[in-house]
Structures are given as C-alpha cells and as structure tokens.
C-alpha cells in the first residue's frame, strides 16, 4: 500500500473551478481538510525550491489553448519531489483538453512526481458569460461527484499499489511536441467607469498583477493579461467585460460549436 497522506492540493486557479474539482477528489480519497498549496497569486509563484516528501499531491491546472498555464508550470516547477505520488488534473472549457493532460503529467515527472492517476474535468470557460455561456456553471453538481468518485478509485489503487516503483506509467492521450501555443492577442477585460467602484477587487484576483488602481481609475496591462477572467467573474458591480469584438465573436461561435456536454475523463 502507498502512503496517502498527507494529502495535499497544488493548483493555480484563477477562477476557482480547478481548486473545487481537487477538494471534491480529495473527499473521495477521505480527506476532507487538505493541505492547500495556491500557486494562483504572483507572490506564490515568486519562491524557492521547495521540496514535498511522501504523502499524496493532487496537482491542478486550468487549460488554454490546449496547453497548461505557463503560469502554472513556472509555479509547479519550483517543486522537488521525492517518492511521491501525484494525481495530476486539468480543467479546460468544454471544448478540448488536447495536449494539457500529458504536459501536466511530464511537468510532474520532471519535478521529481510519480503520477498514479490523471483526469481531465470540464469548468465554466473562461469568456463565458450568462448572456453567452460555454459550460456556464460547471463544474456542477454531477461533475463534483464525478470528481469523489474518482478519489475513491485513486485510493482503491494506492491501497493495491506496494510501491511507487511498481506503478506502470499512465496512457494519456496528447502530443508531442505538444501543439503550438495560441498566439498572444494583447487584450483584456475593461472597467466600465461609470459602474466600476474602485473596490480593487479584479486587482486582487488577477493572478498576473496586470491591473493598477492609477489616479483613480482602474488600467490593465494588456500584455500581462492571460484571459482567464478571474475579475469579469469576481467583480461585485458587474464593471468589468470584455469588449475586443474579435473575441466577441470567438465566444459565440464556441457558444455554438462546444453547446454538447462533455464528461470527466479518467486515466488510472
């Protein structure tokens, strides 16, 4: 039997959909009070090498494009891990998780992880909105219990493992090279002024540090800004949108085109 604990979550999350999915695996396993290792903010990702021995790291990401967050592989690249095993997951929009779930799981093994089960789990995507939904309020409540029954079958395998030694190297789907990376568009949400109450809020949640409260009013760095939409989603007057019509457009059409429910995918 290997060791589950402690357990303990790793994710970047900007919107909060990837640390909901890892809680949920993390009951499944019956650990209701994980560890948390938030690698959303910039502070957190800023550190030293840090070194995690043992116990169990369910490792998180969100999908762009159908890569993993380059901000998410420079956080879990500050990691050394010895014997220890990993659940690696990424959560992608409903429209294709593509080469993200392998990269994940070689960005693992590179730290020194052992990956004994993967999942890709489906989240609201990031430009989705009430008026143009793509996967519009999931994970829901039947993905949560996906994500508990999938922390039941991970444990039932730990339980049956001797040893991390004996694990045989998972079979995800992906490419590699990995495909390209979208390329940088430039763009960001703006702030409405007229509804926009200085609240700093979107500053607060950007997991980029692309926005400034200046002279009273709020600017993005649009060159820092990754799309994820953290502060359209968190602001509490509804102030910030995304108006580049390019994306606009892009939104409806996935609206179209990604309308059919996809289901979690598991790799055990």
Known sequence: MILNRPVRLLYFSPTGTTRKILEKIAEGIGEDQPEHIDLTSPEARMGQHSRIKRGLTIIGVPVYTGRVALEAIRGIGQFKATDAPAIVVVVYGNREYEDALLELQNITVEAGFTPIAGAAFIGEHSLSTKDVPVAHGRPDSEDLDCAAAFGVLVNEKLTKTDSLSSVSPLK????????????????????????????????????????????????????????????VKSCPYGARHLNDPQLRQFIQQLSITCSMRKDPEFYL
């Open 172 to 231: 995800i789907p992906g490419n590699f090279p990995y495909r390209e990376r979208g390329p940088a568009r430039h763009v960001s949400p703006d702030s409405d002024d007229s509804t926009c109450t200085r609240c700093e809020k979107c500053r607060e949640v950007c997991p980029t540090a692309a926005i400034t409260l200046v002279e009273g009013y709020i600017q993005t760095e649009k060159n820092k800004c990754i799309l994820c939409c953290a502060c």
